[in-house]
């Protein structure tokens, strides 16, 4: 035993430090005040010092990293194919090494993925930091919320660019540009939000994300909000302003949509003021139509010409990607939520209509 460990023994030392970290981190996770030390400490300050280094170029670092790592993971299999079709002998132990180190290369990641952003889903949530908490919908509060958000919307589709059809026509390198000012307004109330921010970045292979029904995300090992710039830009700003809320450390998909909806409103910015709205009526017209479809047909009626546009673009812009390669990556990414501890998984993205609804629900009172 003691021969065959030396005969890789660099491999199975990394091989032990991995799974040694690995485990350090899911006892630690159990330790809330460890958990807000350590973010607040190690995590958030290594995430802003790379997203200052990311923000010195204008392309996604997240992006190039993304294609280099699949290109030597190419590289790798193809060069580890070559050296067994040229061995003669001991192919199990070549095969082994080979194998090994690919998986030592994966843990190391999936370390990494724990220590940057594995961390801030065990530590205290925005609904307890801020005293916000969502309770309980009826069905009669959630068409009064409902019902505001349409008014807000038609209140304010007046005041964005659009082209000639009536749909949302607010040039992307205006949102993204306007994106480092956004939060300033919801800084003083939540002084914990304070972040300096960068430009978002725009990734190149972004009808590939719409095919795996992915509109942004935040890339921890850059600090980057990275974004689909192929999806429609009415909705741009809004998560522009949800994968923000990840780089200020919150994790929960639920608490970064409301972020992203009130950061929004109280931006100052028609752009991001408008998709804000749009962004939560979408989600309480969605929860209204399973509750109540003849108050969500009334309230669709009463959007004005152009935030009817902005829906049926948004619409037949998603219809066009519904399939197998959608589903599957929501599964992926589902199970990745859950992995940390997010029950709900990518449901959760539905449960911002009790937040909403508590928080808004007052102005409707």
């Known amino acids: 035993m003691n021969a065959f460990f030396l005969r890789a023994k660099k491999l199975h030392l990394w091989l032990l430090v991995v799974l040694a970290l690995i485990a350090a981190f899911h006892l630690a996770k159990h330790s809330q005040p460890l958990m807000n030390a350590l973010a607040e400490h190690v995590t958030q300050p ?25 290109g030597v993971l190419v590289l790798y299999i193809c060069a580890f194919l070559a050296a067994l079709a040229r061995r003669q002998g001991a192919r199990g132990m070549l095969a082994y090494r080979r194998i090994l180190g690919l998986v030592c290369a994966g843990l190391t990641v999936y370390v990494g993925v724990c220590v940057l952003w594995g961390v801030n889903y065990y530590t205290d949530s925005f609904q307890e930091r801020s005293g916000i908490r969502a309770g309980a919908v009826s069905v009669e509060a959630l068409e009064r919320t409902t019902v505001y958000f349409a008014q807000k919307l038609n209140e304010t589709s007046g005041d964005v660019e659009r082209d000639e ?18 939060y300033r307004g919801i800084e003083e109330q939540f002084p914990f939000l304070a972040l300096r921010d960068h430009r978002p970045k725009a990734i190149s292979f972004s009808r590939l994300m719409s095919a795996a029904n992915f509109t942004g995300f935040f ?13 429609p830009a009415c909705l741009l700003p809004s998560t522009v302003a949800h994968e923000m809320a990840h780089q200020r450390g919150i994790a929960s998909e639920e608490e970064c949509n409301f972020l992203a909806i009130l950061a929004c409103e109280k931006s100052g910015n028609a752009a991001y003021e408008y998709s804000g709205w749009l962004f939560g009526f979408i989600h309480l017209s969605n929860a209204l139509y399973s ?24 619409n037949a812009y998603w219809a066009q990607f519904e399939g197998a390669t959608a589903e599957v990556s929501q599964d ?34």
Do not use: C
């Open 219 to 231: 890339f921890p090992f850059t600090g980057e909000a990275n974004l689909n710039n192929d999806s």
């Open 332 to 365: 992926v990414y589902d199970n990745f939520l859950k992995s940390y501890g997010d029950t709900d998984g990518i449901q959760s993205y539905g449960a911002v209509v009790d937040l909403l609804v508590t928080y808004y629900g007052e102005r409707t009172a």
């Open 46 to 70: 290594m995430k802003q010092t790379l997203a200052a280094l990311s923000a010195l170029v204008p392309f996604s670092v997240a992006e190039v990293l993304i294609a280099a790592a699949l």
């Open 165 to 182: 059809t009536g749909a949302f026509n607010v040039p992307r390198d205006t949102i993204y540009e306007d994106a480092v000012e956004i």
């Open 291 to 314: 509750a109540d479809q003849e108050a969500w047909e009334a309230i669709h009626s009463s959007l004005n010409a152009q935030v009817q546009a902005d829906l049926q673009y948004n």
